[in-house]
């Protein structure tokens, strides 16, 4: 089962002159990097497989990283990027209003994932991406499962967290959650990861209550050229990339590549192959085009397949004495294709649309397939130099189709949906530019609850221009998925006194409510010298409606045979409770050649069953599915001949329901570009021991396997 718990294809400019401001010297035919290491352009990551004993060394290497900073002669100033922590504090992010707005003065917490920081990183997912995000649990749950989720309430399907690419959504309505297994979209090409913690739907809607993330991809004028990478190790057996990119006439860039990996299985619980090995073959492309001096087209596609193993587990029967064994492979395939059109109507005027289609088919228990029509239309416009006023449009038709078993099924198995929106926000500049106000709201009508009102406020102050104080309250909610209304599926089995057997059934409500929150939240961030930058942020969540488990009269049925009892469990809103918090994260440029980043989280949940409930798991679930306490360490030195040392460290307190312990996760890396645009890196990743589990799924619908230690080597060549 399931838990339900509780137009941004812009390039930086800022960003993008500091990078070219780096100096690079060729020395002896390899790069020296200066200041910074600049990325020789469409250069990846790279390098997997070190014997036995690489690992141990990896891992007192990184700490002596942290400890102490080689001494060979440094640079004069005036080669360095000094401004480096001012530019990365002012890169303009678009998904806290739909506008490009500088990091240093949007009023929500903001983390932004760099093309340069993922480089570093030595991750071969997304999701391993994310680790570095304060405020954000990623828990890995067998080798292609993960659950991720902002502020607690983390789950296999986090329901309270929206996730886009390029402005698409990609969170499924039918399960109330995200795949992240597909998304495989090559490192290389995404430009940067903007990750919100707290509430966006007065923005984006329904479903973006605990956190927002927006994957924002390159554009095709970004990646020309050939790119070739290959790599392999002991857990991404094997992978690599085939890209090209060029021009089409004179107005017109494009991309195309295609890309594929092999994942070998995680160890089980019980130390034997878990199963859950798998592969995927992707081929995706882009187009930007300058129509004329004023519009603007991107058309973009993917189409994957995956085949992916999940550990054995058993389901309940009333036909046999003892639980069923299942051995399931799942086959899904799907794609996507995308179109923006921005016009350009004056200095002060601009509008964006967007739609997109998107299905997938995944053959696992239910036999889900799926199919989404969205159509997006936004105005920005800029009145007097005061108001900074978007609105826009929104419309969805989604159709979907499961074809489920006596296990589980979903009732009605075809639905057909619809989605209608509208939103707007004002961002009022006050005293001179150093007050923004911004007040906004989303409407919208869905299928299941009809509608709902997601207003905001938000208040950005810059005494100074290097500190922003921000504070904020919100409302969001979550709107049911079709698993929450619809679900039958066994949980155990057992006998009545008279031998008559029973099956105790999840049952989903047709009648189920949103999932409410109200969120105050306040942040600081300080530029305290061109060296050292802090972010704070605070918050306090009171959540409504959450949902329940409660048990529902039993009656006899005769199909299957033999005639049992059906004991339902069915969904309600019967949970409310609060959740406060912080967060904070650090950038410190130690030496010219050495950084450091930090960062750090606190939790508490408490939460409470309405009078009337006889619920007996969801209270505890909720409070003991994320870990109190995180933090991690990021490192980065630069070394002579063309060398560079990355190392994390991430620190993950236990879980409490069920008991997952704490763990230490450390990566450590090296990386050499020998030649112009070629790369070798090594890495090793999940060091400090051989496996460890993560997260435990509570509602069985996947069984945990431990995640492995793993080196990989990998090669990557542009030209």
């Avoid at 401001?21 to 390098?47: N, W």
């Avoid at 603007?296 to 004495?321: D, H, K, M, W």
């Avoid at 890396?669 to 070629?678: I, P, R, T, V, Y």
């Amino acid at each position: 089962m399931w838990r339900r718990q509780p137009s941004p294809f812009g390039r930086d400019s800022a960003q993008q002159q500091a990078q070219e401001s780096i100096d690079a010297h060729a020395f002896s035919g390899r790069f020296v990097l200066l200041g910074d290491e600049k990325q020789v352009p469409g250069t990846t990551r790279c390098a997997r497989l070190l014997p036995p004993w690489a690992s141990r060394t990896c891992v007192c290497l990184s700490i002596l990283a942290s400890i102490s900073a080689p001494a060979w002669p440094q640079q004069k100033s005036g080669d360095l990027t000094n401004a480096s922590l001012e530019d990365l504090m002012n890169i303009e992010v678009v998904s806290v209003t739909k506008t490009e707005q500088k990091l240093s003065r949007t009023a929500s917490a903001v983390f932004v994932v760099t093309q340069e920081d993922i480089r570093r990183s030595g991750a071969l997912n997304i999701p391993d991406l994310l680790r570095m995000v304060p405020g954000i649990d990623v828990a890995q749950i067998d080798a292609n499962t993960w659950a991720i989720s902002a502020r607690g309430f983390n789950a296999r399907f986090a329901n309270e967290m929206f996730v886009m690419v390029d402005g698409r959504s990609v969170y499924t309505d039918t399960f109330g959650g995200v795949f992240w297994d597909v998304l495989n979209l090559p490192l290389d090409d995404i430009e940067r990861i903007e990750v919100i913690r707290g509430p966006g739907g007065s923005v984006w809607g329904a479903n973006a209550v605990n956190g927002v993330v927006n994957i924002v991809t390159k554009k095709a004028s970004e990646t020309r050229g050939v790119l070739l990478t290959s790599g392999g190790g002991n857990v991404q057996q094997g992978f690599g990339t085939v890209q090209y990119g060029g021009n089409l006439g004179d107005s017109t860039q494009f991309r195309a590549y295609t890309s594929y990996f092999n994942s070998n299985h995680f160890p089980g619980i019980s130390d034997v192959d878990g199963g859950d090995g798998w592969h995927s073959l992707q081929g995706g492309f882009r187009t930007d085009s300058s129509v004329t001096s004023k519009d603007n087209l991107a058309f973009q596609g993917v189409i994957y397949v995956n085949r992916e193993g999940q550990p054995s587990y058993t389901l309940p029967s009333v036909t046999t004495p003892t639980t069923i064994p299942i051995e399931l492979r799942v086959n899904l395939d799907g794609g996507f294709v995308e179109g923006t059109w921005n016009r350009q109507y004056s200095p002060h005027s601009d509008t964006t649309l967007q739609f997109s289609y998107d299905q997938y088919e995944r053959n696992d228990q239910l036999r889900d397939a799926r199919r989404t029509f969205d159509l997006t239309f936004q105005h920005h416009l800029r009145i007097a130099d005061r108001h900074d006023l978007v609105w826009g449009l929104e419309f969805r038709d989604s159709s979907s189709s499961t074809d489920g078993n006596l296990f589980i099924s979903l009732v009605p198995p075809v639905r057909h949906t619809q989605l209608y929106g509208m939103f707007a926000q004002d961002d009022i500049s006050m005293l001179d530019d150093q007050l923004h106000v911004m007040l906004g709201t989303k409407l919208e009508d869905n299928y299941y609850t009809g509608f709902n009102l997601m207003p905001s406020a938000r208040a950005a102050w810059m005494p100074t221009r290097n500190q922003t104080l921000w504070a904020a309250v919100s409302d969001a909610v979550r709107s049911p998925a079709d698993l929450d209304t619809g679900i039958r599926a066994g949980i155990s089995t057992f006998r009545e006194p008279d031998g008559t057997p029973a099956v105790v059934t999840l049952t989903g409500n047709p009648k189920l409510d949103d999932e409410a929150l109200i969120a105050y939240e306040l942040g600081y961030r300080r530029l305290i010298s061109d060296r050292l930058s802090l972010d704070f942020a605070a918050y306090y969540n009171n959540y409504r409606h959450q949902e329940t488990f409660e048990p529902a009269a039993p009656f006899l049925v005769d199909t299957p045979a033999p005639s049992h009892f059906v004991v339902p469990i069915l969904f309600a809103n019967l949970m409310h409770g609060e959740t406060h918090g912080l967060e904070a994260a650090a950038n410190w440029k130690v030496t010219n050649r050495w950084s450091l980043s930090s960062g750090y989280a606190f939790e508490e949940i408490h939460m409470r069953l309405a009078p009337g409930s006889h619920d007996t798991t969801s209270v505890s679930a909720a409070q003991g599915s994320s870990p109190d306490h995180s933090t991690q360490l990021r490192s980065h030195l630069i070394l002579p001949h063309g060398l560079s040392w990355d190392s994390s460290a991430y620190f993950v307190d236990r879980l409490t329901d069920p008991i997952v312990p704490a763990y230490t996760r450390v990566d450590s890396g090296l990386a050499w570009h020998f030649a112009e645009g070629a790369r070798l890196s090594v890495f090793g990743q999940n060091l400090v021991r051989d496996h460890h589990m993560e997260f435990v799924d509570t509602n069985r619908s996947i069984q945990t396997t431990l995640t492995k230690r793993g080196v990989y080597a990998e090669l990557s060549w542009q030209f």
